[in-house]
């Protein structure tokens, strides 16, 4: 059944789906009619294209349109239209590629015109086309595109697309794909609008489509009741190209319903109007029949009938493909002889102009002051583009400083995190493998619970010197006040796992400072080292930490445990290493005198110098 609506749906095309553009001199009556060009020769062409394509005179539609085409190379609008009914033309020839080319020059055209009637229009010959080379799936997008475009209050100078169109070719592409609700209410949509309008032709095609949509849904009593309305329209109008679908489809459904004796008769009385108005029936559709008429005998078991009937379809085809392939040719001559017409008229136009715009510059040329003013603009130039590349080549310095210095920072911060990775990490892990292979050597009298605890805990720590490294390169962890919480936070969680008791003062404000990657690390490490030997050395019941800002970034660590006997002690208590640290980032370590304990101070300037 979808073979039959195919080979319907080609037939429906080219008798009432597409836009009737000659088939009459004004718009539909839901249409608003614009008042045509101002200019009278433009107006007569367009009607002498319409009359020729009303008349499906291929070549002469052409040569008018092509010739008005060269006279309206400023004229929007005008060329729009022209586009529009030349694509058309090339449609009916079957030239795919060349009538895209137009609807998409057409399309840029009514873009910029804001015309969305024009728009609807170029979109709905788009899905046409697409459905000519059997690609309803991409032709349905550029209908469903036209039916959105498609404006409440539509007006034209000359015949374009009207709503019932795109609505009769939805319904009748969806039928072919098998949506058939949505192609019923399509297709109604299209018999409302058409009735509508007053347009008989329109209507009983769709008639003729939801008879073809009652066939395939295997309806035979609906399918027959559509066919005889859409013949009874077609005969009223003396349209006979819709009349003989409207039989043949009839007989069809009587087949399809089993009612053999009917069904020959039906296409007995659908052979005979075609026999009668032979005259005034296309090839397309006599070919339509003929195939139909095949199907429809080869079902009610006639085989001598089908093999007749598909003999006529072959030479009716033979006829039509043989006339297209003639048009066809016909029609690319002349449209390349068209474009070479529009491409030497454009070359004139050009050639024209450039001698219009050198006969402006001797005209100022002679009137200009002379040589002196000459020289002097040259002067002027040079200078100025003296100027600029001087400019641009002190900009690429700095550029390439800038760079540099990045790479340059960026090398010292992998540089410093591979020392880091190695010293830390490498140790660790060393020290790590190290005690495991005792473990496992014969006879070792090592506790090996006490040495698992150990192993966990070293392994808990070099965890830890991973996640303070990672925190270093963070550059979302660069403000002033994330570095004074995340050593608050390490300094609260390492005394705690130690069982010393820490007071925190860092009430701040702190401004609104990024700290570079050296020295966030830097401090934190400081401040790491200092608890470490708190923890280690100083036998200590308390520790303070104090934070504050004051033209710079104050550290200070107090603990009332042991206590050191300067700045240069024993460098096993890490001072050294603190210092040389602080002095990375041009900061300082004080050793502030107490009675008891340790008070250390740690003091980064961070506000008087540019950070990383």
């Not at 830890?464 to 990672?470: E, L, V, Y």
Request: glycine share 8%; aromatic share 4%.
């Amino acid at each position: 059944m979808t073979a039959f609506v195919r080979a319907c749906m080609c037939v429906a095309v080219l008798i009432g789906m597409v836009p009737p553009l000659g088939a009459q001199q004004r718009v539909g009556r839901t249409m608003r009619q614009l008042p045509p060009f101002p200019d009278a020769d433009l107006h007569r062409r367009m009607e002498g294209i319409l009359l020729q394509m009303d008349a499906f005179h291929a070549d002469s539609a052409l040569r008018l349109i092509n010739e008005a085409l060269v006279r309206t190379q400023a004229d929007e609008e005008a060329r729009c239209y022209l586009l529009s009914y030349r694509a058309e033309v090339l449609y009916y020839e079957g030239l795919f590629n060349e009538a895209m080319r137009d609807l998409d020059a057409c399309g840029a055209l009514a873009d910029r015109l804001g015309d969305s009637t024009l728009m609807a229009n170029v979109l709905n010959m788009k899905g046409l086309l697409h459905e000519n080379i059997q690609d309803n799936r991409l032709a349905l997008p550029y209908l469903r595109a036209a039916l959105r475009l498609f404006p409440q209050r539509p007006e034209a100078r000359y015949p374009v697309t009207e709503l019932h169109h795109i609505h009769g070719n939805l319904g009748t592409y969806l039928t072919t794909l098998g949506a058939h609700g949505s192609a019923e209410w399509h297709l109604r949509r299209s018999l409302a609008l058409a009735e509508e309008a007053g347009v008989g032709r329109a209507a009983a095609v769709a008639w003729w489509g939801l008879g073809n949509l009652a066939v395939q849904r295997h309806r035979a009593d609906s399918a027959l009741h559509r066919y005889d309305r859409s013949f009874a329209i077609a005969a009223e109008h003396a349209d006979h190209d819709i009349g003989v679908d409207a039989l043949v489809g009839r007989a069809r459904a009587l087949a399809v319903a089993a009612r053999r004796e009917d069904a020959l008769r039906a296409l007995e009385r659908a052979r005979a109007y075609l026999l009668e108005n032979r005259s005034g029936i296309g090839l397309v559709t006599q070919r339509n029949f003929a195939r139909v008429a095949s199907a429809t005998l080869r079902q009610l078991g006639d085989v001598q009938g089908a093999l007749a009937d598909l003999a006529d379809w072959h030479r009716i085809d033979s006829t039509i493909t043989a006339r297209n392939i003639r048009s066809g040719l016909a029609a690319q001559d002349e449209l390349l002889r068209a474009d070479n017409d529009l491409e030497v008229e454009r070359l004139e136009r050009q050639r024209i102009a450039a001698e219009l715009d050198r006969a402006r510059v001797v005209r100022l040329f002679i009137l200009a002051i002379g040589g002196l003013l000459l020289g002097v603009i040259v002067v002027i130039f040079l200078l100025v583009s003296g100027r600029q590349k001087t400019r641009r080549r002190l900009a690429e310095s700095e550029l390439m400083r800038e760079r540099q210095n990045r790479t340059i920072a960026e090398l010292r911060v992998r540089e410093q995190v591979g020392r880091d990775l190695h010293d830390d990490l490498g140790v660790g892990l060393s020290g790590l493998k190290l005690r495991s292979e005792m473990a496992l050597m014969p006879g070792s009298r090592i506790d090996r619970e006490a040495l698992l605890r150990e192993q966990a805990r070293r392994a808990e720590e070099l965890m830890a010197s991973m996640r303070h490294i990672i925190w270093a390169l963070q550059d979302d962890q660069g403000e002033l006040a994330d570095l004074v919480a995340y050593i608050n936070n390490h300094a609260r969680t390492y005394l705690a796992e130690h069982g010393i008791p820490l007071d925190v003062k860092a009430d701040g404000p702190w401004p609104s400072l990024t700290v570079g990657t050296t020295e966030r690390r830097n401090c934190f490490l400081v401040v790491k080292e200092a608890l470490h030997n708190i923890v280690k050395h100083a036998d200590a019941t308390r520790v303070t930490l104090v934070l504050r800002w004051s033209e710079g970034l104050i550290i200070e660590v107090i603990d009332d445990g042991r206590g050191l006997s300067g700045l240069n002690g024993s460098s096993g208590n890490g001072l050294p290493n603190m210092r040389k640290r602080m002095a990375g980032i041009g900061g300082g370590v004080e050793l502030v005198p107490v009675g008891r304990g340790t008070h250390l101070r740690f003091t980064v300037p961070l506000g008087q110098r540019k950070l990383a």
